[in-house]
């Protein structure tokens, strides 16, 4: 890979990671309701919400019931709209009064802005009793509002700031997958070609791929600390990897152990072929059929739904290919490394 | 639910992972006997008049059988000593079948791989261990389904992914074991 030489190259990886990590720490949050209380009593529910990024006044306010079809018709007006310092006060007529909403149903609380699109707060009620048979009505018609375009991250509950991770966590194991592939080809082409060099292309190529799962193990325990409570959690993505991280010392123990060059070469190479294959298995297909955390895996939806907008895109793939641009050289400099010390011997 | 024995009142779920514990080890150190048992002489002898992909076909199904009689002997003395909860005759028999199938499969590569460098019995286990983790945990789960009457959603799913590591990991044998054949 003489390209990797090329100056051109090198200032690009350095340009896009650097791009990646500036654009990723410094665009700001869009605003979005940020806590969220309520009072209730048997005819009211009064609401209380802090958006303190929020500049703008709101154009519409309601309680939307969370369902699959079109259902513009199970909505809550409030009666009443106050603003208060960073924030507003609503008052609505309680949801249990009405035919329309069920034991169970979850209520999502949704504020309307001009330039910032829905403002929502997820699953905000949960409606656990049910007295009245009044069926709303309504004369007012709501369609969903489109976001305009600003150089803003979405703002989730939960993820808040920490979806910056993602230029940072997904990266790393994009890149640890397309080295430990490299890895996997070079060992292929030793056994097919038999020169010592796909060897130590090989090795060092799951070296580099070892530091960049590292890496990503440790960016995504500080991610799990600030979103689902705990540095390590039973998931089974997280095992596997862990798992696979092993699968792959033992490979380097396997190489340590053997003085012979040749015979180092060809049973780390199988070897090598053992793992990757069982190692996919292990953090591609498995987390996808069991319970997973994971956006994309045991029935979660996919990572798109938090990359809607095309702001997060723009650091996003720069960032994978950035890294991944990185991992490549620093694979090419330890070849260089090994090669030059291979000759000297 | 708890199990009780002539020895000790056990849950379940202990009683499951232990069992699958002492079945791994127990084929691993099958393996690694089996695998020093022979001498270089013999084997030059095999590489005289077989090819070496039914040389580890042989092997691997030997050791399927042997690793599953000694699996079936641990489950007696297991329900012996530490009582059974089991609720499903056949579905246990299957998922020990598979589960040392599994083990011997692993382990008949890894022990290749090692055969013939110094520290191989060290060097067999840790090149299985980290592989063998995920097969304990699906086996563990299949056997789990053992101790009701029903079986679970998971049960064909869990059947299915078993069974495809396993060809899976045969094919990868057959296919890599020539070339390490020699040394």
């Known amino acids: 890979m003489s390209f990797i030489n090329n100056r051109f190259f090198q200032f690009l990886c350095v340009f896009l990671i650097g791009y990646s990590l500036i654009g990723g720490l410094l665009v700001p949050l869009s605003p979005n309701i940020e806590q969220l209380n309520y009072k209730e009593s048997e005819t009211e529910l009064e609401v209380e919400i802090k958006t303190p990024k929020l500049k703008e006044t709101l154009s519409e306010v ?38 329309n909403f069920e034991k169970g149903n979850n209520l999502d609380l949704v504020c309307q802005t001009e330039t910032w699109g829905d403002l929502r707060y997820f699953s905000a009620f949960y409606i656990d009793t049910v007295t009245g048979n009044t069926a709303l009505s309504h004369t007012k018609k709501i369609s969903p509002k489109e976001k305009q375009f600003h150089l803003s991250f979405p703002n989730r509950t939960i993820l808040n700031e920490t979806i910056r991770n993602l230029f940072f966590h997904v990266p790393m194991w994009f890149a640890m997958i397309g080295l430990l592939t490299y890895s996997l080809v070079q060992s292929i082409l030793f056994l097919s ?101 994971h956006p ?19 650091f996003f793939y720069p960032a994978v290919i950035g890294w991944g641009m990185l991992g490549f050289w620093l694979t090419e400099l330890y070849v260089k490394i090994h090669s030059e010390k291979n000759n000297l011997n | 639910m708890n199990t009780q024995g002539a020895l000790v009142k056990m849950e379940v779920k202990y009683w499951n992972v232990l069992f699958w514990v002492i079945v791994l080890f127990s084929t691993i150190n099958e393996l690694i006997a089996q695998f020093s048992k022979e001498n270089e002489g013999i084997y030059l002898y095999y590489y005289t008049i077989i090819r070496p992909s039914s040389f580890i076909l042989a092997k691997i199904v030997f050791h399927t059988i042997y690793s599953s009689i000694i699996s079936l002997i641990t489950f007696l003395i297991f329900t012996l000593w530490f009582g059974s909860p089991v609720e499903n005759y056949s579905l246990i028999l299957l998922s020990i079948l598979i589960g040392s199938a599994s083990f011997s499969i692993l382990f008949t590569l890894t022990t290749a791989i090692s055969k013939g460098l110094k520290n191989n019995a060290v060097l067999t286990s840790i090149l299985g261990f980290p592989l063998s983790i995920p097969l304990i945990t699906l086996v563990s789960k299949l056997s789990k389904e053992a101790f009701f009457q029903t079986t679970s959603d998971n049960f064909t799913i869990n059947l299915a992914i078993l069974i495809a590591f396993n060809i899976i990991m045969v094919v ?11 040394e």
């Open chain 2, 172 to 182: 990868l044998s057959v296919i890599l074991y020539p070339y390490i054949w020699r």
């Open chain 1, 296 to 314: 994309g895996n045991g029935g979660n939806p996919g990572f798109n739904v938090y990359e809607q907008d095309n702001v997060m895109r723009l």
């Open chain 1, 62 to 99: 309601y309680l939307k019931k969370v369902s699959l079809g079109d259902t513009s018709t199970d909505l809550i007006f409030p009666t009443k709209i106050g603003k208060k310092v960073n924030g507003y006060q609503f008052t609505f007529p309680h949801p249990k009064l009405y035919s």
């Open chain 1, 193 to 293: 070609k038999n020169q010592l060099l796909s060897d130590i292309k090989a090795s060092m190529g799951a070296r580099v791929g070892m530091i960049f799962g590292i890496l990503g193990i440790l960016t995504g325990m500080v991610w799990a600390k600030f979103t689902w409570g705990a540095f390590w959690t039973n998931d089974p993505k997280l095992n596997g990897a862990a798992i696979g991280m092993l699968a792959y010392l033992a490979y380097f123990i396997l190489r340590g152990s053997i003085e012979d060059e040749i015979k180092k070469a060809k049973l780390s190479a199988v070897y090598n072929i053992f793992s990757y294959t069982i190692y996919m298995v292990f953090i591609m297909v498995l987390p996808r059929i069991n319970d997973s955390l």
